[in-house]
């Protein structure tokens, strides 16, 4: 199982084999802990079929495809002047609302 306070870890053998090395003794029947990696729930969900509550790595990631936007306010006959670009401002104040740069 993932834990970020794993009491477990994966390390490769000179011999080309995989070993699991547990990092102190473990209690008969306690469950072998290894940390999967620094991972968004995204990540966890998508890759290992789980999310981890109260996540301090999680991320969320937005994006602008600002060519498909100007391209429906073409199809919409938004006049040119209103054309997007990276630096307007509701994008910059968006950002900034959520603690993030832009």
């Known amino acids: 199982n993932h834990s970020f306070s794993n009491n477990a870890r994966v390390a490769s ?6 070993q699991l090395l547990a990092a102190r003794d473990l209690m008969a029947h306690e469950l072998v802990l290894l ?13 290992y079929g789980f999310l981890m509550e109260g996540n301090a790595h999680d991320r969320c990631s937005l994006s602008f495809d600002l060519g498909a936007i100007n391209m429906a ?4 006959k938004t006049p040119p002047e209103n054309e997007m670009s990276d630096h307007e401002p509701w994008r910059q104040d968006l950002l900034c609302s959520l603690a993030l740069t832009g």
């Open 73 to 76: 306010r073409h199809i919409v």
């Open 35 to 47: 940390n999967y990696g620094d991972l968004s729930n995204d990540l966890f969900l998508l890759d």
């Open 13 to 18: 053998a000179q011999d080309g084999a995989v």
